[in-house]
């Protein structure tokens, strides 16, 4: 069946560093949807990429669609601790309701 | 709007036991699912629903049912606890009402169920 792998799984990084995580899709993806999870908390929807090489910025983040609608980025610049929680890429093959999620990358800040 | 709710937030059972975890919305979205979440193992898919009346099997369905009588109310039963069911589980919803820059697949959780199977 469809996969969507993820990595790293951890990364901890000193506050001001930047931050990337990565997504792979075994299939070709309708969208990427990009969540995150503060801990203790519930995923939070993000941001969608729906068109072959799109590229989104909200604010210190950026996400990145493959060529191919196979994989997909999420570039952090500068972290900041509020940033700390776990990330994760949601593929989508269709407006089916349905999405398969990757492991997704938890995130840890030191000031 | 109350978005999606569930309850309990907390439950702790002996194996064999039973119990529903109980999950509504109120967004009028037509797609509800129904989600585990393990150390590592990320968000897996349990049940699903498009609509009242229809449900399909997700990734991990065993030792799970689910009905959906209604749009608002999507139920989780457990029919016989086992410690590998112990986990978080979250609910979530979607669909065709969301704002600019999603799609009915974007999903909309509640806040979790943290399930201890002993």
């Known amino acids: 069946g469809q996969q969507v792998m993820q990595i790293p799984q951890y990364q901890h990084v000193q506050e001001g560093e930047d931050f990337t995580t990565y997504c792979n899709s075994s299939?070709?993806?309708?969208?990427i949807q990009w969540y995150k999870q503060r801990p203790g908390g519930h995923p939070v929807f993000l941001i969608q990429?729906?068109?072959?090489?799109e590229v989104k910025k909200q604010k210190r983040l950026t996400f990145q669609f493959g060529e191919a609608k196979k994989n997909s980025s999420l570039h952090i610049t500068a972290t900041q601790t509020t940033d700390v929680g776990t990330y994760f890429c949601?593929?989508?093959?269709?407006?089916?309701?349905?999405?398969?999620f990757g492991q997704g990358t938890t995130l840890q800040v030191k000031p | 709007n109350a978005g999606v709710t569930q309850t309990p937030k907390f439950q702790v059972l002996k194996t064999g036991q039973s119990m529903t975890l109980q999950c509504a919305q109120d967004m009028n979205h037509e797609y509800m699912s129904w989600y585990r979440q393990d150390p590592g193992m990320g968000l897996r898919l349990i049940h699903y629903?498009?609509?009242?009346?229809?449900?399909d099997q997700g990734e991990v369905p065993n030792g799970y049912n689910v009905s959906r009588s209604t749009t608002e109310d999507f139920p989780l039963r457990l029919l016989s606890a086992a410690p590998s069911q112990t986990s978080v589980y979250f609910c979530?919803?979607?669909?065709?009402?969301?704002?600019?820059?999603?799609?009915?697949?974007?999903?909309?959780f509640g806040p979790g169920t943290r399930l201890t199977v002993l």
């Open positions: 990429l729906v068109k072959s090489g």
């Open positions: 949601a593929g989508s093959r269709g407006n089916t309701g349905k999405l398969i």
């Open positions: 979530a919803s979607s669909g065709t009402s969301g704002g600019p820059g999603t799609s009915t697949d974007t999903q909309y």
């Open positions: 299939t070709t993806l309708s969208n």
């Open positions: 629903s498009v609509g009242a009346g229809i449900t």
